[in-house]
């Protein structure tokens, strides 16, 4: 999935790149300002918007010598457009309640690299790191089962490969504080989805 531009690449074309605009502010926008934002051109625009006019989907007020549009947020195809709009706090919204139902949960998911910068697109993997608990077996038939299973939903949730780092709780606070490159870039860009927070395990350094 590409989470950079989620509207456009369900609804392609001017009418996706219009939407995408729309559902990005509640403003009111005149036409050459939705194809300006939009990048298409106004006769593009011009003939996509008064189709989304009669669907319902977009408000026109009329304010000579031009008119305003905005999305219709209560319609209900307008509300999944806004949600489009939202996917990649959605996908880490449920990845995150999926880690919830395992049998032995990690101590923490963190999300990091290109997603957790909002730069993903289609050929983007996402990038995790899965903190164990200290007292659960890294070979634990049953831990080892259900991270990989959690991997596997994940994956279908977003529609992106999950890559996995995995790594023990004790191990994860060390390189937390000096780590390298990749665990520099996980304290700065990781989202944690699940279980501790960033700022925890940074306190658990100097407990």
Not at 184 to 190: A, K, L, M, N, T
Request: charged letters at 25%.
């Amino acid at each position: 999935m590409d989470f950079v531009h989620p509207v456009s690449a369900v609804i392609p074309g001017a009418q996706g790149h219009v939407l995408a605009v729309l559902a990005e502010t509640s403003a009111e926008l005149n036409l050459r300002t939705v194809a300006r934002l939009a990048g298409v051109s106004a006769s593009q625009a011009s003939r996509v918007i008064p189709g989304l006019v009669e669907l319902g989907l977009v408000e026109r007020r009329e304010v000579p010598p031009s008119s305003l549009f905005r999305l219709n947020r209560h319609n209900e195809a307008a509300r999944i457009v806004v949600q489009l709009a939202r996917l990649r706090d959605n996908v880490l919204e449920r990845i995150g309640s999926a880690a919830g139902d395992l049998p032995q949960p990690p101590a923490s998911i963190i999300v990091f690299g290109s997603f957790a910068r909002r730069e993903a697109d289609r050929t983007s993997d996402i990038d995790v790191v899965v903190v164990r608990p200290d007292e659960v077996d890294p070979d634990d038939d049953a831990w080892t089962e259900g991270i990989d299973r959690w991997r596997r939903n994940a994956g279908a949730i977003a529609g992106n490969d999950i890559e996995v780092i995995e790594v023990g709780l004790t191990a994860a606070v060390e390189k937390l504080s000096h780590g390298g490159q990749v665990w520099d870039e996980i304290s700065r860009d990781g989202v944690s989805v699940f279980g501790a927070s960033l700022d925890r395990l940074r306190d658990l350094i100097n407990a």
